[in-house]
């Protein structure tokens, strides 16, 4: 519910404000205390003043962080929340900065300014992470559930009923399901509305004419209830227009993908800093994998896998081997048990091909490692669809191929959304919404649940 959102972000302005208190403090006792040795001490900060001037910063700190949408009272996803934080943070700083230019004896110390920001958002995420996890298991006991009437009767409604059963997480019980939009069912409604049974209404069925819709929206105005639907494709994909004019006429164009043009460099220029850190951090444990797969089993470290990119274009995909040799001669004696009925690909639980490195490699996604050198070579980029084979792209249809209009990625929405066990439609369309919405924040969100979605092994292939 909404006044339940609410007290959670209303929660959260004085729990930042002290976290915040928290990060500086512990970036000063840091500074004046164990990095002494290392850095010697030319002016000091008298703690009275330190701390005056934290009091001041700590709000600051607030009110970026509000500027930047962590307060919303809509629900937002931890990933995207870090995102906020991130980005508040990061523009409290900048302001503490350019202060510190005009009124250097503010805070002089850049280890400080350096410190707290870094120490500010890894504690404002960890209580954040602390109060949803209380809010979601509040939920799950019925407390700050939105009692929901669903209208529709098509697919995209039966997915809402049955998240909404599965995962009360997700904030929401249905209380009423009506198939369509008529005399009977809005005066039911309004009846459940009345007798205060009712916080919202979802039309689940984007085909409900616009008509019908008004009617449950005026009805939900008058009562207060919270009103809302699924997006309708047409809809969201004329949310992407551009106009400019031929000969004077105004035309309008849908753009493909936010990805055209400037996006595209954006992308590009994360794909070589993100995976450079990558690199970096991922250095050592690649060089234990290989020395581990090289212990296993007879076979090279690497193997090289053709698959098709953005184009449609074939490239070379580079993993760490976890399958013992000639495994892609032995796909064709296995494809009777495939256990993917409902597209082109191919999965196989308990594969036979597969090494005892190689099952942990593959469940850790370790064995995606060597991929990096693709993504520093341009044939892949960190976050995009799933590569596929090429038996299996000869296998789509014609609305499967548009994932193939930009490179497929080490992560994205699908493998973060449910790993293998989603299906092959359910995949693309995953992977279409993320084509056609692009934006350098959902590649970050995309980067960041990666690894919860890893740890997840349930789910792993």
């Known amino acids: 519910m909404k006044r339940h959102d609410l007290l959670f972000a209303a929660i959260l302005v004085p729990l930042d404000y002290l976290t915040v208190l928290g990060a500086g403090w512990a970036a000063y006792a840091l500074r004046f205390g ?8 030319v002016s000091d900060i008298p703690q ?3 701390i005056q001037a934290l009091l ?22 931890l990933s995207v929340e870090l995102g906020r934080i991130v980005i508040g943070a990061s ?38 992470i602390i109060v949803r996890l209380i809010q979601r298991r509040l939920r799950r006991y019925g407390i700050g559930v939105a009692r929901t009437v669903v209208f529709g009767d098509d697919e995209t409604t039966k997915i809402f009923v049955s998240a909404a059963h599965k995962q009360r997480a997700i904030g929401m019980t249905v209380v009423k399901v009506f198939p369509n939009i008529t005399i009977d069912t809005l005066n039911e409604f309004e009846e459940l509305v009345r007798t205060r049974q009712v916080d919202a209404a979802l039309i689940g069925d984007p085909s409900i004419s616009k008509a019908d819709a008004v009617q449950v929206f005026e009805r939900c105005t008058d009562a207060d209830v919270s009103f809302s ?21 105004p ?31 991922f250095l050592i444990p690649g060089l234990l994998v ?24 074939k490239f070379r995909l580079w993993k760490f081997r976890s399958m013992v040799r000639d495994a892609h001669a032995m796909k064709a004696q296995l494809m009777a048990q495939n256990e993917r009925g409902d597209g082109p690909l191919f999965k196989l639980q308990n594969d036979p091909r597969i090494t005892r490195v190689g099952r942990f490699i ?14 520093f070579v341009g044939t892949m980029s960190l976050v995009g669809p799933r590569p596929h084979e090429p038996e299996e792209v000869a296998r789509y249809d014609r609305h499967h191929k548009k994932v193939l209009t930009i490179k497929p990625g080490m992560t994205g929405m699908a493998q973060v959304s449910g790993r293998s066990n989603l299906g092959f439609e359910d995949e693309v369309r995953l992977d279409t919404y993320y084509m056609e919405h692009w934006s350098l924040g959902l590649d970050m969100q995309i980067l960041v649940r990666t690894p919860l979605a890893v740890l997840n092994t349930k789910t792993a292939a």
């Open 48 to 50: 009275s003043t330190y």
């Open 34 to 41: 164990q990095f002494t040795d290392f850095l010697p001490v």
């Open 91 to 128: 523009f409290a700083v900048l302001v503490l900065i350019v202060t510190i230019f005009f009124r250097r004896e503010y805070i002089a110390s850049r280890f400080i300014v350096l410190a707290g920001w870094v120490l500010s958002i890894f504690l404002l995420w960890f209580v954040h």
């Open 362 to 375: 593959r469940k850790t996604s370790l064995d995606e490692l060597p991929q990096l050198f693709n993504v």
């Open 56 to 77: 001041v910063l700590g709000w600051l700190w607030v009110i970026c962080l509000a500027l930047s949408g962590v307060y919303a009272v809509r629900r937002q996803s």
């Open 229 to 249: 639907y699924a997006a309708d494709l047409v809809e969201t994909e004329l949310g992407r227009i551009r106009m400019h004019d031929i000969a004077g006429i």
């Open 290 to 313: 290989a020395l581990a797969i090289k212990l296993d089993s007879a076979g090279p470290i690497f193997i090289r896998l053709d698959r098709v990119g953005q184009g449609q274009r």
């Open 251 to 281: 035309v309008i164009n849908v753009q493909r993908t936010p990805l055209d043009g400037w996006g595209r460099i954006t992308k590009r220029a994360l794909d070589l800093v993100v995976g450079t850190l990558a690199f970096i951090i």
